[in-house]
Nanobody, 129 residues
Framework: QVQLVESGGGLVQAGASLRLSCAASAHTFSDYTMGWFRQAPREEREFVAAVSPSGSSTYYADSVKGRFTSPRDNAKNMVYLAMKTVKVDDTANYYC??????????????????????WGQGTQVTVSS
């Protein structure tokens, strides 16, 4: 069982920067593909970003490409979502998710929420205009 705990959410103004953190309890964290998803009220869950086990590859939704990055620190069992130039449309509850091994190659649908077996409780990000 893997526990994921997100932190770093809050209320920010449009154009600001914010960094979300996700702490994972996995013993072999460096073997996990990690993903970020978000869900706004009355909306479907939406893929945001994914990072390969080594951190060398990332994949982003078009809506955040160029503004968000997702580095990871395998030595600390941490993955981050660095958000720049946030927009009101980025307002949502943000979830960290883990895809345990054995798993498909990172390039195989990293945006598919079905490949992620473990989820955190989420952290709320609210962007004001």
């Amino acid at each position: 069982q893997v526990q994921l705990v997100e932190s770093g959410g809050g209320l920010v103004q449009a154009g600001a920067s914010l960094r979300l953190s996700c702490a994972a309890s996995a013993h072999t964290f460096s073997d996990y593909t990690m993903g970020w998803f978000r869900q706004a009220p009355r909306e479907e869950r939406e893929f945001v970003a994914a990072v390969s086990p080594s951190g060398s590859s990332t994949y982003y939704a078009d809506s955040v490409k160029g503004r968000f990055t997702s580095p990871r620190d395998n030595a600390k069992n941490m993955v981050y979502l660095a958000m720049k130039t946030v927009k009101v449309d980025d307002t949502a509850n943000y979830y960290c998710a883990a895809d345990p091994p054995p798993s498909p190659a990172f390039s195989t649908a990293p945006m598919n929420y079905c490949r992620y077996a473990y989820w955190g409780q989420g952290t709320q990000v609210t962007v004001s205009s």
